[in-house]
């Protein structure tokens, strides 16, 4: 399996790194072999939610994609993700295989959602992958604009789980 990184240039991480040539990384648009490659987002669902409106065939070929960063703490702190609400909302029903790797999981590990997200794509098979129903709040003027909702530690459950959480 190839691990192709996409976002912040981490020297603690291995992979690829896609930089940016433009609005979308050429690297997304040559992809030929999906099903062989694993997608870590580091940096905001931004390039990948262009990517895959623009080749929307990839999502689904894709063993999964692996996002770092987020939380579903009802106070979060500004991220990537809340810079860009709506790529989020559209990462997250794509269609791909998206595992989550969560602020809250990878403290409880030790690690920087980065650093997690790495190796959960490296090794899945040392993480416990939990359905959930994930969400961003996207009602303008809402307190929550930008937030995740999640069903997770919830009696409310969505009517299906649209990603994995890594834990």
Known sequence: MRILVSGRDLPTM????????????????????????????????????????????????????VYAGGTLRRQAPRTAAMADPAGMESLLNCGARLVLCTEEAAAARGLTPEAMALAVAERPEDFRLVPCGVHVELAAGSPAFGLWIGDRFSDKKFPAGNVLLAE
Do not use: C, Q
Request: net charge neutral.
């Open 14 to 65: 291995g992979g690829t790194l896609l930089r940016p040539a433009g609005p979308l990384p050429e690297a997304w648009l040559r992809l030929t072999d999906p099903e062989h490659t694993i997608p870590v987002l580091t940096d905001g669902p931004g390039t990948a939610a262009l990517a895959f409106k623009v080749r929307p065939e990839l999502p689904a070929r894709f063993p999964y994609v």
